[in-house]
C-alpha cells in the first residue's frame, strides 16, 4: 500500500482543493507515483472518470476537483480517487454516485443512515487508488470538529483513523478567528480523532507573515501541534478550475474588456466551469450574475450552464425575470449558447413523466430553440471526442445527463458526436445548444466562435495555462510549507 498524508480543514472552503492539487504536482516535480483520494466530495461540478476494469464506453462521475489533482499527478481520473459523490438536487436531498454509478437519492437525514454502508465502498477504492503509487494525498470535507456527525463519519476522521492516515490541519486565515478554530478543534476532538493530527499550516494569508509569529506561538501554547508554514494568497489558484458554486458567491466583475459574457446563477448550476477557458481569454469577460439581479444589457452573449434540477432552475429563471432580460438580449441581436441543462431550457417545453427531478413533472421553456426534452431514467455519462459544424473544427469534452431531446431545430445540429449529431441552433444562427460540457476548452473552436462575435486573436492554449498554473502553486508551496515534513510523515 501507497504512503498516504491526509488533509482536513477547520471548515469548509478553506483551500483544501488546490492544497491536495499542489502537494500532488510537488510529490510528482520529485519523481513521486502520486495519486489523490477523496472518499466523499459534495458538488455539482462533476467529471468523467475511468471506471478501472470497466469494458463499456461509459465512464464514471468523480468530483471536478479530483479530476484536477489527477491532472496535478499526471494520471488519468479514476472513479476511485472519489468513491463517494453527492450531488445537491434540493436543499434537504442529494443524489448519490458511489464509485462512479449512480446509488440512489437521499435527504440529508436519510444520508447519514446510509454513510456505514457506504463506508466499504470508501474502503475498497482506497486499497484501490493506490495501487501502484508511492504516495496517496487525501482530502478531507468540511471539518473534523463536526463532533455531532462523527460516528457515522466517512469523510473526515472517520476515514483517517479506519485508514491509518495521519491528517494535516488547514486554518483559513482570510475569513478570520483561525486561531480559535485551529486551537477550538484541538479543544473537542475527541483523542482518538486529536492523535491522528500530525500539525497544521495556516492557508490564504496576506501581506507580512512575520507579523503573525505571535498567533503561531499561541497555537502552539493551546495545541502543542508543529506548523508545517503558512500559506500566502495564491494568486495561480485563480487560474485553475472551481470545485463548488460557493465560490460564485464571491465572483464580482472585473474590468470592462471587448465582450461581456452574462451567465445566470442557476440555483442548482452544474459544471460552471465549462466557463473557464472563455474567463481565461484576455479581452472577454464573465459575468455571473447572482438570482435578483437582471442580465447585463450590455452582454454580446448569454451562456446558460448545466443544472442539476432543469426544471426547477427554469422556474426560478423565469421568476427573476431573466426571460425577460433574455428576449431584450434577442431582439438587440444578442447570441446564447445553452449547455446540457441549459440547452434544454432553450427549448419549447421540458417534460419529467417519471418525476425524476421532483413532483414538478412539466415546464414551458425558453422557447429560443424549437426542441423538447423529455426526461428519462437512463443517465448518460462518457467522455467523447466531437467535432463543431459551425466551424468544421475538433471538440472534446464529456456529457453527463439525463434527457432526450428532439424537434426542428436538431435537423441543425450544434456538434457530431461519435457520427451522431448533437445539440441545434437557430436559423438564425445565434442560438445554440449542446449537451457537451467543455465545449470552450477546444482553443481552436473557441478562437473562432469568439472571432464570429467580434473578438479576433483570441484562443490562447487554456490547458497549457492550466498546467503552469498548477506548477506555479506547487512552487508556491514548496517555497513556504515544508513539503519535506509532510511527506516524510506520510504512512
Not at 479576433?456 to 497549457?464: E, L, M, S, V
Amino acid at each position: 500500500m501507497a504512503r498516504a498524508i491526509m488533509l482536513q480543514g477547520t471548515g469548509s472552503d478553506v483551500g483544501k482543493t488546490v492544497l491536495v492539487a499542489g502537494l500532488c504536482r510537488a510529490a510528482k516535480k520529485r519523481g513521486l507515483k502520486v495519486r489523490p483520494f477523496k472518499p466523499q466530495n459534495m458538488s455539482n461540478n462533476a467529471a468523467v472518470a475511468d471506471i478501472p476494469g470497466d469494458t463499456s464506453k461509459s465512464g464514471g462521475e468523480i468530483g471536478r476537483a479530483q479530476w484536477l489533482q489527477a491532472i496535478a499527478c499526471g494520471v488519468a481520473p479514476s472513479v476511485h480517487m472519489n468513491p463517494v459523490l453527492l450531488k445537491p438536487q434540493t436543499d434537504i436531498g442529494a443524489q448519490v454516485i458511489v464509485q462512479g454509478k449512480v446509488f440512489g437519492e437521499a435527504r440529508a437525514r436519510d444520508y447519514q443512515a446510509l454513510k456505514a454502508r457506504l463506508m466499504d465502498a470508501v474502503l475498497d477504492s482506497w486499497g484501490k487508488v493506490g495501487e501502484g503509487a508511492d504516495l496517496v494525498v487525501v482530502e478531507g470535507a468540511g471539518s473534523p470538529a463536526e463532533i455531532n456527525l462523527r460516528s457515522r463519519d466517512i469523510a473526515n476522521m472517520g476515514f483517517a483513523t479506519r485508514a491509518d492516515v495521519p491528517v494535516v490541519l488547514v486554518g483559513d486565515i482570510d475569513r478570520g478567528g483561525v486561531i480559535a478554530s485551529v486551537a477550538g478543534t484541538h479543544l473537542i476532538l475527541p483523542e482518538e480523532d486529536r492523535r491522528m493530527i500530525v500539525g497544521y499550516l495556516i492557508n490564504k494569508f496576506r501581506g507580512d507573515v512575520s507579523l503573525f509569529d505571535d498567533g503561531l506561538k499561541a497555537i502552539e501554547k493551546f495545541t502543542g501541534w508543529r506548523c508545517f508554514g503558512v500559506v500566502p494568497w495564491l494568486k495561480a489558484a485563480a487560474r485553475l478550475p472551481s470545485e463548488d458554486s460557493v465560490v460564485l458567491e464571491r465572483l464580482a466583475s472585473g474590468e470592462a474588456r471587448a465582450l461581456k459574457v452574462a451567465v445566470p446563477m442557476l440555483g442548482r448550476i452544474a459544471n460552471f466551469d465549462d466557463l473557464d477557458p472563455l474567463k481565461a481569454e484576455p479581452q472577454v469577460e464573465v459575468v455571473f450574475v447572482p438570482p435578483g439581479k437582471p442580465l447585463p444589457a450590455d452582454a454580446g452573449l448569454v451562456v446558460i450552464p448545466g443544472s442539476k434540477s432543469t426544471i426547477g432552475d427554469l422556474i426560478r429563471f423565469r421568476e427573476n425575470g431573466w426571460d425577460r432580460d433574455l428576449a431584450a438580449h434577442r431582439k438587440r441581436g444578442g447570441h446564447v449558447v445553452g449547455i446540457c441543462g441549459g440547452f434544454q431550457m432553450l427549448g419549447r417545453r421540458v417534460r419529467d413523466p417519471d418525476g425524476i427531478e421532483g413532483s414538478v413533472t412539466e415546464a414551458e421553456g425558453l422557447g429560443l430553440l424549437d426542441i423538447e426534452t423529455v426526461m428519462e431514467p437512463e443517465k448518460t455519462v462518457r467522455n467523447v471526442s466531437a467535432r463543431s459544424v459551425q466551424f468544421d473544427l475538433p471538440l472534446e469534452g464529456y456529457e453527463i445527463h439525463l434527457g432526450r431531446t428532439s424537434g426542428p431545430d436538431t435537423m441543425r445540429p450544434s456538434a457530431i458526436i461519435n457520427g451522431v449529431a448533437d445539440g441545434a441552433i437557430s436559423a438564425d444562427g445565434k442560438v445554440s445548444g449542446t449537451y457537451m460540457h467543455g465545449l470552450f476548452g477546444a482553443d481552436a473552436f473557441r478562437g473562432k466562435f469568439l472571432e464570429s462575435l467580434g473578438i479576433k486573436g483570441a484562443g490562447i492554449d487554456y490547458r497549457a495555462d492550466v498546467e503552469r498554473a498548477l506548477d506555479d502553486v506547487a512552487a508556491e508551496l514548496e517555497s513556504h510549507l515544508d513539503c519535506d515534513a509532510i511527506f516524510g510523515l506520510a504512512r
